[in-house]
């Protein structure tokens, strides 16, 4: 009788270890499909991270999207022209959300550093943006050589110092801004038959001593200087 009582107490024990293993097992289970879905939650939003955060993804038909996420991300506003004549630095509005997002995306992937002040028109503007070499033509390409429709604001006008977008004005009725290639007026009145016409997204806040050094060299007749002036643009804290 007392070996049958040990034999019972034997199974008992058995079968509670058994269950207590098998929870456990479940246990562990349960918490390792929770961690693998949490590692894979993780990896998704680093991959939608990644994602965003990668420049060649832009392209002509995804430009609104792009910069709006872009800028969102990158908040910075001011830069400085750097060129043999001195530095020019520029503060970006906020209020054009769209192009001030591409000049800083530009000046981050050092586009402009491979660009030039191409044209220097006496009395009117200073633009920059653009050059004969391959790798500039590259970098337009790389991006199908997008547009930025129009951001135009009452209240901010062609004065002196004006930063605006370069455009086509021939087959372009809808105004869309050239991406690459900006101008800074230089004409003291102003230049505000162009308000309205094109984007004005940023403004002079010193330099313009090196504006007035730019504005004497020699150009040809299409307004090109006949030395290039090479420049470079970096953003400021």
Not at 62 to 77: P, R, Y
């Amino acid at each position: 009788m007392k070996f049958f009582k040990f034999i019972i107490l034997i199974t008992i024990v058995i079968i509670f270890f058994n269950c207590n293993t098998d929870k456990k097992k479940n246990d562990q289970k349960s918490s390792t499909q929770q961690l693998n879905q949490t590692s894979t939650l993780h990896q998704k939003k680093k991959v939608e991270k990644k994602v965003i955060k990668r420049w060649d993804s832009l392209n002509k038909n995804n430009v609104e999207a792009f910069f709006t996420e872009f800028g969102k991300q990158n908040k910075e506003n001011k830069v400085i022209i750097k060129t043999r004549f001195g530095n020019i630095k520029l503060r970006l509005y906020d209020d054009v959300p769209i192009h001030r997002a591409n000049f800083i995306f530009l000046t981050k992937i050092k586009y402009f550093n491979t660009t030039e002040i191409y044209r220097v028109a006496k009395n009117f503007v200073i633009q920059g943006g653009n050059s004969d070499e391959t790798y500039t033509i590259k970098q337009r390409r790389l991006y199908g050589n997008y547009l930025l429709a129009p951001e135009f604001k009452s209240h901010r006008k062609h004065k002196y110092g004006a930063l605006a977008a370069a455009r086509e004005w021939d087959n372009n009725p809808n105004k869309l801004s050239n991406p690459f290639e900006f101008y800074i007026v230089h004409s003291r009145n102003g230049a505000h038959h162009l308000n309205n016409e094109h984007t004005v997204f940023g403004e002079v806040i010193s330099g313009f001593d090196t504006m007035d050094k730019i504005s004497k060299v020699k150009v040809g007749v299409d307004e090109w200087p006949e030395e290039d002036i090479r420049m470079t643009i970096e953003i400021l804290d």
